[in-house]
């Protein structure tokens, strides 16, 4: 993919504002003693599906509908933030939406998505199983066929990134969490665009690690299992065009555990009253895990979502 110029990336947030408000960034005096550095969280958990991936889905379909008006239908494969902004977005575009998820997929999302007015199908025991469903489904029902990372998703993202560099200077790193790969680079492009001295640090479960092999080998590495209750993470195979981005823009890949996640889940809720799922965790157990490296600096964490189940949020409050 091209990175974006800044006045493109400009373009892009004047027309996400339209649709939606910015979130904010927050620095929680009590988190940012506990990390041992001064704290910014990113709360795109604020947003109105609960994500970040709404800002993508928007400009996604937007620029689709521009180019295709004649489409009136999509689908898409989830774990259930980005199937939320597909069918956000074509409830505000007037069109059909069908998202598929894997089997035991959360509850709580699959019923936002279909309350969002998706036509939400169970199929595939992981993600990657559920794309290949997702296609078929797109040819046998005549549906476009949106893709979980592409440029304009990426363009769309980019302005959560605009937001947070422009109202906190002179960050010394940033975290934030991979799944497939288009909230890391929409970092990367407007750090870049920005030309600001700024680590990026990107953050996977230990136990759906793929990037974190690929970025350590300098190659595509695939994983036979995602096995970790935080689903945004849950990707076996990385996208090309994604790692391609990564190892050479990005200054690590580290992996937490899904118990450094839940803690953080408690922390984030303990600290700022804030819920977290488990990606939008895994950023604060990534600076909480790297204390030392981080202290005294100014760090933000992209708390990318906050769509958990009750459960899950419970068992994450209750660990010791």
């Known amino acids: 993919m091209n990175l974006l110029s800044i006045d493109t990336i400009r373009n892009n947030a004047r027309f996400v504002y339209s649709k939606m408000p910015p979130s904010p960034q927050m620095e929680w005096p009590l988190l940012s003693k506990r990390a041992g550095c001064e704290l910014w969280l990113k709360h795109e958990n604020h947003n109105p599906t609960g994500s970040f991936k709404v800002r993508g889905g928007l400009t996604y379909l937007s620029n689709l509908l521009t180019e295709e008006p004649e489409v009136q239908g999509v689908v898409a494969a989830t774990r259930g933030n980005f199937g939320q902004s597909v069918a956000y977005a074509a409830s505000r575009f007037g069109i059909q939406s069908v998202v598929v998820v894997p089997f035991g997929n959360s509850t709580d999302k699959n019923l936002l998505m279909a309350a969002l007015g998706a036509e939400v199908i169970e199929a595939g025991a992981d993600f990657d199983e559920s794309i290949q469903f997702a296609g078929a489904l797109a040819e046998e029902r005549k549906l476009h066929l949106m893709p979980s990372f592409h440029d304009d998703l990426v363009a769309g993202v980019s302005t959560y990134a605009l937001e947070l560099f422009e109202a906190v200077a002179k960050l010394d790193r940033v975290y934030v969490p991979i799944g497939l790969g ?46 970790t209750f935080a689903d945004g993470l849950a990707v076996r195979n990385p996208n090309e065009e994604a790692l391609e981005i990564i190892l050479n823009n990005v200054a690590a890949v580290v992996s ?65």
């Open 256 to 320: 937490v555990s899904d118990r450094e996640i839940a803690l953080a889940m408690q922390a984030i809720f303990n600290d700022t009253h804030n819920i977290a799922e488990g990606a939008g965790a895994a950023t604060t157990a990534a600076v909480l895990k790297e204390k030392e490296k981080n202290k005294g600096q100014k760090v933000a964490a992209i708390l990318t979502g906050g769509n958990v189940n009750r459960e899950v949020f419970v068992d994450a409050l209750s660990l010791e």
């Open 182 to 227: 288009s909230g890391i680079c929409s970092v990367v492009n407007v750090r870049n665009a920005l030309n600001l001295d700024c680590e990026i640090i990107g953050v996977v479960s230990e136990n759906a690690n793929a990037y974190q092999l690929s970025f350590e080998a300098g190659k595509f590495c695939s994983t036979n299992s995602a096995d």
